[in-house]
């Protein structure tokens, strides 16, 4: 997937070979062992060749043997954690870099004070453009009408498809919602073919989609209410756009989609339900948020209140800085 979105914007793809070693067995350790020695030799022959002024990392473990690499070759590395707790890939990149970007303060637990930096997190300029009033003429959707946008990810949040698809009937049922529903490329033939099985009068307010890109800040400004995972981007664009959501962290990860979950819901921005009883709870958390206009702002100032809005810039300066040996940020 990152190879298909860097290479649309015309930049040069390098692939790195990398492997887990946390949280595997011994052989796949040694396997990911044989690989990040592996990835460390490519990056090094990389680094060498374009000679950076500054790296810049994100989490996973492909990072690591980049972050070693340009450790071995003297580059400065700035790392930006887009969630709030680190993962031990990286922990380790965060080692070796002269700075930490951060989406929150929240990280200051976790990541050394002399090294951070709180930027907020860089959403796509897309964002930047969107309206309530341009995205809903975009889906077709009435400015009166309650909308509800539900993201399964890029390639699929199983759970989460399958608790829109046992409750269709009745969040169809009211009849002023429209539904905007991302489902991913896993589950796209079992979402389309309940699709195509809803009495007409219904299919035509549920909007499903395999996959948005450009469109996706369109139908977050769209929606009055978003039900999605809590990875890393809902620290970001749901407070850039005020979007109230009911989030469902990932069970079967290390704990940062829980932390970052009870991040918003602290603040009032959020609720939380759990992944096993999403079918069961979806649509009365749905109607109960809907029909309370005076919770949904609240939550919505909550959101707007967090700030963070230039991320993407506050990035660039800080990789500015750093790569130029500048010492005061813009």
């Not at 990280?107 to 930027?119: E, G, L, N, P």
């Not at 997190?121 to 897309?126: A, N």
């Not at 389309?192 to 307010?205: G, V």
């Amino acid at each position: 997937m990152e190879r298909d979105l860097v290479t649309r914007e015309g930049v040069k793809f390098a692939g790195i070979r990398a492997g887990a070693m946390h949280g595997v067995g011994p052989v796949r350790m040694a396997r990911g062992f044989v690989r990040m020695l592996s990835g460390v030799a490519r990056a090094w022959v990389i680094l060498g060749e374009f000679r950076p002024d500054v790296v810049f990392l994100t989490g996973g473990f492909v990072g690591v043997p980049v972050s070693i690499a340009a450790w071995l070759r003297r580059a400065p590395v700035v790392v930006y954690l887009p969630d709030i707790e680190p993962g031990l890939a990286l922990k380790v990149m965060a080692r070796l870099a002269q700075k930490v970007a951060t989406t929150t303060e929240a990280s200051a637990q976790f990541i050394r004070r002399d090294k951070m930096v709180v930027t907020g997190y860089p959403v796509r300029e897309g964002f930047y453009a969107a309206t309530r009033e341009k995205a809903r003429a975009h889906f077709g959707i009435g400015l009166d009408e309650k909308a509800l946008l539900v993201v399964g990810g890029s390639t699929g949040a199983r759970s989460i498809n399958r608790a829109v698809i046992a409750n269709l009937h009745g969040l169809l049922g009211d009849e002023g919602l429209r539904l905007i529903h991302v489902a991913g490329r896993r589950d796209w033939d079992e979402v389309r073919t309940a699709r195509d099985n809803l009495p007409s009068q219904w299919r035509e307010r549920y909007m499903a989609f395999e996959y948005l890109h450009e469109e996706m800040a369109d139908a977050m400004a769209a929606a009055d209410l978003a039900i999605s995972r809590s990875g890393a981007s809902s620290l970001g664009e749901l407070p850039f756009l005020g979007l109230p959501a009911i989030l469902a962290p990932y069970p079967y990860a290390w704990r940062y989609q829980k932390v970052n979950a009870q991040y918003l819901v602290d603040r009032g921005a959020a609720v939380i339900v759990e992944d096993a009883r999403l079918s069961d709870a979806m649509l009365s958390e749905v109607k109960q948020l809907l029909d309370d206009p005076q919770r949904l702002a609240a939550m919505r100032r909550a959101l707007l209140a967090m700030g963070g809005r230039d991320g993407a810039r506050d990035i660039a300066q800080l990789l500015f800085r750093i790569g130029t040996g500048v010492q005061q940020m813009a």
